[in-house]
């Protein structure tokens, strides 16, 4: 049995940083994924439970891993199984994954991979247990660019594990569509498992990526509570992602230095902000039935994404390379904001529904005529989805 | 006799558009000067008052202008000659004064040339009377880029003809300075007649342009308020004029529409430029006596240009080739800030006092290769002079 489950990166329509001081922020699903195709051995097969192997295959960096059943042992914990309940990652859990990483060359340029590889080995036993079983992971998303590619990871491999276990499962639809979507209540299970991932990989994450992941459409977040917005007639956008890598730990507390030293101004940024992401959430939801009501919407959400922009560099996270991007759309009138940390990262370009293929193949080489990746994409789509 | 008036343009170093809205906004004197020389005519030379001419040279432009001074009768009123009490153009004035400009050929491309010529001959005669004179004006700043030019210019007039009347009058130094500085009383003065020619250019103009090119330094307005700032340390920048042509009234009305649009965010936005040119303000009143601190001087300064540039862009007044200024000068990590109406003109670079010359050509080259104009200017410096 094979089970496939796939999981969506995300971007910040609205409010990064300034969500760090109390503003909401706005997070949304693109419809690039992660992909984890899971096969469990049948019992018996490769010499039974106890002497098969787990693998991982991480195709896109043709890199595979595999330990025997038999040492994984060390990683359970009494309550392991319990998949209706997950559990944070216990010291002695994560002591245990470690030693299972020794015997294994991990590239140094590959920083993530221990992390990822640790969120594995703790998901798949938790979940499965020692059962022998290979996962197959491929991504449309760049890593640590700021689109959520950790989350996307350890969602669908949430995903699929659970639905291997039967812990999850679709409602077996009539089989016209590939991908088939879970109910609710399954979602908020794979969903905190995959928040214990995400602590694996990243510490003290704030858990929004996991969830735009799992539930898809868009999420509005304001300290500490997210509210699941409906949104309504996916926008279009481009992704630029310049390549340039960003210290978030540095930028964040750059953002609070300078709210130090100008509290009186940041704070009305921060509220400003704050004020951008409230509307963009009211925008979002609203139905548009015709054209002008789509063109309407496209110019609302492209003057508070510039005025976001605005509100960033006067934080001073922009970045050589994100006013590189924003000077080159601008010359096509189209409107750009960084997504995310900032001082390089990613780039969104909103894409009107009326613009021309021609106009966005030029832009798409332009930018790219300056070492940035772009990926044209839908925003607000769906979260986990199973085949 | 010849006098010769020298008047600066300005900067708006922070607080542009915000101030419509009730920012507090400040302006600054910058090293780029009109100069008016004028050389009264003896009585009986050429003929007589009655029968000599005045005459304009506007040296920059090549073109020059002269009127019988019997022709100029028309223009005066019978209060003319009470140079102490600046009175506007009455409508019967302006008529006349348009009468006068019907014999002369005036290029199309100068539509600023009539209203110039219209503030000359009202001043000239209002404060002058008929005399047989003539004035030669020649200015090192762009005009219509927002650096002040017609108020440096209705000021150097204004200063000139007042001088050659006797209504005001330098000290009389020790003549080891080529340029000598009016009193407060007779600055005042040239100012309100200064601002007379203002409103025969511009309608309705707010009255700082004059008043920092006749009093020099800093100033901080807000709700129509004046409060002149010293300002220590005069600091270093860079003006790029873009060359880009912008229309002003449109600028201002599309950021008041912006405000009808996102009130909540635009009150922000508007709050945050008003805290910046507040604490602006008391950094420029700041002696730094040493390298150390001129250098945190000049950060904090920047800080602030850099956040009050990005609170213009979210008002939507940036341009294309306002963010090239941005983007060639950030490479070379320094700070920008577009000053005036937005859409194009000028933008500004803090200089630091540390930069090496070779750096600043380097920016200045790359500029110009854009087809922008650049200008080392020192900000803050003297106003009105005579010599």
């Known amino acids: 049995m094979e089970v496939r489950a796939r999981a969506p990166g995300k971007i910040i329509l609205a409010g990064e940083h300034a969500v760090v ?94 992390a990822g590889l640790s969120a594995f080995l703790f998901l798949y036993t938790s979940i499965l247990g020692c059962r022998p079983g290979k996962a197959v992971v491929t991504s449309d998303l760049p890593m640590g660019a700021g689109l959520g590619s950790s989350a996307a990871y350890n969602v669908s491999m949430s995903g699929a594990l659970l639905t291997a276990t039967g812990a999850v499962g679709v409602g077996g639809g009539d089989g016209a569509e590939e991908w088939e979507l879970f109910g609710k209540h399954d979602l908020e299970l794979v969903n905190q498992w995959a928040f214990q991932g995400e602590k694996i990989i990243h510490g003290k994450p704030s858990g929004i990526d996991n969830a735009v992941s799992t539930f898809g459409s868009m999420i509005k977040f304001k300290k500490g509570e997210f509210t699941n917005l409906k949104s309504r007639n996916p926008v279009k956008m481009l ?92 010359k096509y009138n189209l409107v750009s904001k960084l997504t995310g940390a900032g001082g390089g990262g990613c780039v969104l370009t909103l894409i009107p529904m009326l613009l021309a293929n021609i106009v966005l193949d030029k832009v798409t080489t332009e930018l790219e005529s300056h070492g940035f990746r772009c990926f044209k994409v839908e925003v607000g789509g769906q979260g986990l989805q199973v085949s």
């Open 21 to 114: 001081h109390g503003s909401a922020a706005v997070a949304a699903a693109i419809n690039l994924y992660t992909t984890t195709s899971l096969r469990l051995h049948p019992a018996g097969e490769g010499g039974g439970a106890d002497s098969g192997v787990v693998e991982l295959d991480l195709r896109d960096s043709g890199l595979t891993f595999s330990w025997p059943c038999s040492q994984l042992r060390g990683v359970l914990r009494e309550e392991s199984g319990r998949v209706g309940v997950p559990t944070p990652c216990s010291p002695d859990q994560l002591a245990a994954i470690a030693k299972l990483l020794e015997g294994h060359e991990i590239p140094e340029a590959k920083i993530w991979l221990s």
């Open 239 to 330: 992704i630029t992602d310049t390549r340039v890598g960003r210290n978030t730990k540095a930028l964040v507390a750059g953002v609070s230095e300078r709210a130090s030293r100008h509290p009186e101004a940041m704070a009305s940024v921060f509220h400003a902000v704050n004020s951008i992401s409230e509307e963009l959430s009211s925008i979002v939801e609203l139905a548009a039935e015709d054209e002008i009501a789509i063109t309407s919407k496209e110019d609302k959400l492209s003057e508070l994404m510039e005025m976001n922009q605005g509100l960033l560099q006067s934080m001073g996270v922009s970045h050589s390379s994100i006013e590189t991007v924003l000077r080159t759309t601008l």
